[in-house]
């Protein structure tokens, strides 16, 4: 099916480090999604986005909607060892329902 | 219910066997959503409704492949003679009502594995 282009696919970091993941699609989208998933459970919303330009922030993670609006990238600052998961960014187009087309998933390794 | 609930959580099945996952959305969440994610990929969309009818079933990958909603609620997704490759986690997520601006709730999924 439909996926976006996300990278990196995997990142093995330091405690401390600031982290840095981005989505790139052939399509324009009117919302992109920033989600986390560990291990046995479902998909968990970190930030929406849902307008060109807008950069939104939750804590120590920080989303930003492409210009056009063909990307958007995550930033986690300081990362620390629970911020370990797979990390999913999504897009949502116009009258499609709310169908949700996800990249392939950045998964993060946070060393103490 | 508090949240999206899926059964069963895990299923082995022999090849060639039927299997049914099951999915409760949120109470009165009108749009439920099915997707697909296979070992170390992202989430691949399969099927949603709106209320009992499903607008787009693009994304289901054969025949194999059936889904309905009843009430407005509970969904079933049906894996007929199911396959090696039909391997996955099978996620539902609900919102209450489709188009942008709502947020998407997750299930935990249903882990099947074909054997």
């Known amino acids: 099916g439909q996926q976006l282009n996300q990278s990196p696919q995997s990142m093995f970091i330091q405690e401390g480090e600031d982290v840095s993941m981005n989505c790139t699609s052939s399509?324009?989208?009117?919302?992109w999604l920033w989600y986390k998933q560990e291990p046995g459970e479902g998909p968990v919303l970190l930030i929406a986005?849902?307008?060109?330009?807008e950069l939104t922030s939750n804590g120590r993670l920080t989303a930003q909607f492409g210009i056009t609006r063909k990307d958007s990238f995550l930033n986690i600052s300081a990362s620390i060892p629970s911020d370990v998961g797979i990390y999913f960014c999504?897009?949502?187009?116009?009258?499609?329902?709310?169908?949700?087309?996800f990249g392939q998933g950045t998964e993060l390794s946070v060393k103490p | 219910g508090a949240g999206v609930s899926q059964s069963p959580s895990n299923k082995v099945t022999e090849k060639g066997k039927d299997v049914e996952l099951r999915c409760d959305p949120i109470?009165?969440?009108?749009?439920l959503y099915w997707y697909r994610q296979s070992l170390g990929q992202g989430l691949e969309f399969l099927i949603y409704?709106?209320?009992?009818?499903?607008?787009?079933k693009s994304g289901l990958p054969s025949d194999r492949f059936s889904a309905e909603r009843t009430g407005g609620s509970v969904s079933t997704l049906t894996i007929q003679r199911t396959q090696q490759e039909d391997s996955a986690v099978y996620l539902c997520?609900?919102?209450?009502?489709?188009?942008?601006?709502?947020?998407?709730?997750f299930g935990e999924g249903s882990w099947l594995t074909v054997v």
């Open positions: 999504a897009g949502q187009g116009d009258n499609q329902g709310g169908k949700l087309i």
């Open positions: 109470s009165g969440h009108t749009a």
């Open positions: 409704f709106q209320g009992n009818s499903a607008p787009d």
């Open positions: 399509s324009i989208f009117n919302t």
């Open positions: 986005l849902y307008k060109a330009g």
């Open positions: 997520a609900s919102r209450p009502v489709s188009g942008a601006g709502n947020t998407i709730y």
